[in-house]
C-alpha cells in the first residue's frame, strides 16, 4: 500500500498496530455538464465583445460600456431615436419580451421578434439568451425506462407543447415548481 501513486502521508501510531493513511481521489466522476457550461460562457463573451464592437463602430464616441455581467452589458448611448437604431440593427435584437403592443414592434416583420410557437422547447432546461425557455408549472410525471420524469409547460407556449423532462435536471435546475408540484400531489 506504501508504494500506491496515490498516497499522500501516513503516519504509524507508537505503542499499537494502528497506522493512519492519506491518499489522493484516484478517479472522478464527471456527471454534471462543466464543460458545457464553461462553453456556453465563452460563447456568451464573444457575441457580447462582437455586439460591443458593433456598437463602438456605430457610435464611436457617444457609446461608453458602463457595466459588464457574465451575460449582459450596460451600454450608455447618445443618439436622436434609440428605437430607430435598433430597427435598422434588428437581427441583432431579442425582442421576444417586448409586449406585442409596443410601438416598436409595430414597425418591424413579425419574424423578428414573435416567439415561434412551432419550435418545440429543448430537451432540457436552457438558461440565457437568446431563445429563453423558462419553465411556468409542471403539469405531471411518469416513470419511463425507471427514470422519473415530468411534464413542464413552458411561458410563452401552449400547453400542447409541454415537454417531459428528466426529474434530476428539473430538481437541480428549477426546485422549487418541482416542490410546488411534489407539495400538491
Known amino acids: 500500500m506504501l508504494a500506491e501513486l496515490a498516497l499522500v502521508g ?52 457617444r457609446a461608453k460600456l458602463c457595466y459588464t455581467d457574465t451575460d449582459s452589458l450596460i451600454i450608455k448611448i447618445e443618439t436622436e431615436d434609440v428605437y430607430a437604431d435598433m430597427i435598422e440593427d434588428a437581427d441583432l435584437y431579442d425582442f421576444s419580451d417586448y409586449p406585442e403592443e409596443h410601438p416598436l414592434l409595430e414597425k418591424l416583420p413579425a419574424d423578428q421578434w414573435r416567439v415561434k410557437s412551432q419550435r418545440a422547447p429543448p430537451d432540457s432546461v436552457i438558461r440565457g439568451r437568446p431563445e429563453r425557455y423558462v419553465p411556468e408549472r409542471i403539469i405531471k410525471h ?44
Open 10 to 61: 501516513h503516519k504509524i501510531f507508537h505503542g499499537s498496530n494502528l497506522i493512519a493513511v492519506h491518499q489522493k481521489q484516484t478517479n472522478v466522476v464527471l456527471n454534471k455538464p462543466i464543460y458545457v457550461r464553461a462553453s456556453i460562457l465563452d460563447l456568451s463573451k464573444y457575441f457580447m465583445y462582437n455586439f460591443y464592437n458593433h456598437i463602438k463602430r456605430k457610435y464611436g464616441d
Open 142 to 185: 411518469r416513470t419511463r425506462k425507471g427514470q422519473l420524469q415530468y411534464l413542464v409547460k413552458w411561458e410563452r407556449y401552449p400547453e400542447d407543447e409541454s415537454t417531459w423532462e428528466p426529474a434530476d435536471r428539473l430538481q437541480e435546475d428549477i426546485p422549487n415548481l418541482v416542490r410546488i408540484y411534489n407539495d400538491t400531489k
